[in-house]
């Protein structure tokens, strides 16, 4: 008893592991926030480029009908100057025509002229009444191809503020989607580190009776002397205990974390530097620390841990804890470690 109470009080607990993960865990957030952010403002310079060409297209044909009404105004103009000139002829017309008239009524010696003359007079005024009569024609089409126009204009003018005033709502939803997207984000983080916070509080109360079991940062670290013998990946009796208590608390959390935060429990294996043999059943510490991450999930499994929430993972030797070459850093180095994250 006196020798375990030794062994406690030389423990002390290493806080930097735990502060750069913290930090890796926060800028892996931020990171993804940013390109949460990045794919929005893709999304919105589609859409605004979308939009854009539709306005083009739409000032291009208003452009268009302004310049025909342009022309159509001066085509009813000409016209409207020609039946003015029309007008004018007519009246001159039947001015001489009732002065011919006049002459004849008085019985003048030429009468017989002037009679012709009015006879000449009349058929030119009928000849020019039709010819009025067709550019009054004229004019009225021309007025009615303007008016319709107009109407024309006035619809694509319609459509372009319509078009605008949609513009302008989807970048506010757009915009307001962001923010309620990057909310609803950082309120999962800080749910899902609650429940990681709570989750290991619970393995520290169950297993800190074991100096080869500690907390690592946002990490649950067994070293694989207590789960796995030499060079092997199958769990031994006193790991297959540990395991059991593991599986007790994960199911526990699984009941109390919201089906709507999509959490997994990731189990990743870590060898020392020491190269295998590569006769015995695995070739290299790459297969070798992903069948023992692979043998830990299978447990929880067959232990009621439902298999969506389990990754597994190996890693070699290539993510040591530390990077000195002595036994007590290999031993430190192969290790089991459990991490709650998001998918």
């Known amino acids: 008893m006196a020798l375990s109470r030794n062994r406690r009080s030389e423990r002390h607990v290493d806080y930097w592991p735990g502060f750069v993960d913290a930090l890796s865990t926060l800028l892996l957030a931020i990171m993804f926030l940013l390109s949460v952010f990045v794919l929005m403002q893709f999304l919105l310079s589609q859409e605004v480029n979308n939009k854009d060409s539709v306005l083009n297209r739409l000032n291009s044909q208003i452009s268009e009908l302004t310049e025909l009404l342009s022309l159509e105004r001066g085509k009813g103009q000409d016209l409207e100057d020609t039946l003015a000139g029309l007008q004018a002829s007519l009246t001159a017309a039947e001015n001489e025509k009732s002065r011919l008239q006049s002459l004849l009524a008085s019985g003048g010696g030429s009468g017989a002229a002037a009679e012709q003359r009015a006879g000449e007079l009349s058929a030119t005024l009928d000849a020019e009444k039709q010819v009025s009569a067709r550019a009054l024609s004229q004019v009225e089409l021309l007025n009615q191809q303007i008016a319709a126009l107009r109407r024309q204009i006035g619809a694509l003018e319609d459509a372009l503020n ?18 309620r997207l ?15 916070s709570d989750f290991f509080g619970r393995l520290r109360e169950i297993l800190s009776d074991r100096e080869n079991i500690r907390i690592v940062g946002d990490r649950f670290v067994f070293q694989s002397e207590v789960l796995f013998p030499t060079g092997s990946a199958d769990i031994n009796p006193q790991g297959l205990i540990e395991m059991k208590k593991l599986a007790d608390a994960v199911v526990e ?9 999509n959490w997994v429990l990731r189990v990743d294996g870590h060898t020392d530097n020491v190269p295998l ?10 297969e070798l620390s992903s069948a023992r991450a692979t043998a ?7 232990n009621g841990v ?12 290539y993510q040591p ?15 089991i470690e459990l991490k709650l994250t998001e998918r």
């Open 321 to 335: 804890l530390e990077a000195d070459d002595s036994s007590d850093a290999r031993s430190r180095n192969r290790r």
């Open 182 to 196: 990057n909310v609803a984000l950082a309120q999962r983080v800080q749910e899902l580190n609650r429940y990681r």
């Open 253 to 261: 959390l699984n009941k109390e974390i919201p089906d709507d935060i």
């Open 306 to 317: 439902p298999a969506n929430r389990l990754v597994a993972a190996g890693f070699g030797e």
């Open 296 to 302: 830990v999930v299978k447990f929880l499994i067959a």
């Open 162 to 179: 319509a078009s605008e005033a949609r513009d302008r709502e989807s970048n506010t939803k757009i915009a307001d989607l962001g923010k």
């Open 277 to 286: 043999s590569g006769t015995g059943r695995y070739r290299d510490n790459w």
